[in-house]
């Protein structure tokens, strides 16, 4: 029965981490400044409110494809200069926060990828 005990304890464990940590994933999708988004402002009507929010510090996201919106975990005047545009994130998803901790990000420039710099630090 002790035998039992410890190997449910060990899959049980190796399940939990599974679910804390989901890896990297890639996410494509419209920067936007959280707090306007939820009110409905996106898009580029409203790019210029989104950049100036974005420089003030406030929390930015990116609304994916299907729908779902991510906070990144980032340093939000890192990216005001692409507010409103089509960027690609890839990093470690936080499903509890629905955040996403980026590793690289990229925004859609004349139909190529360019690699946004950031200072890695919120």
């Not at 990297?24 to 210029?48: F, M, N």
């Amino acid at each position: 029965m002790k035998k039992l005990n410890s190997i449910f304890l060990i899959v049980m464990l190796i399940a939990s981490v599974g679910v804390i940590y989901a890896g990297d994933k890639t996410i494509e999708g419209e920067l936007v400044d959280i707090s306007c988004y939820v009110r409905g402002a996106s898009g580029s009507s409203h790019q210029a409110c989104a950049v100036v929010c974005a420089k003030l510090g406030k929390p930015v996201g990116i609304v994916a494809k299907d729908g779902k919106i991510y906070t990144l975990q980032l340093a939000s005047p890192d990216v005001a200069d692409y507010m409103a545009k089509t960027v690609k994130v890839t990093g470690t998803i936080h499903e509890a926060s629905q955040s996403i901790t980026p590793l690289n990000l990229e925004v859609l420039n004349d139909k190529k990828w360019v690699k946004i710099e950031t200072s890695k630090s919120m």
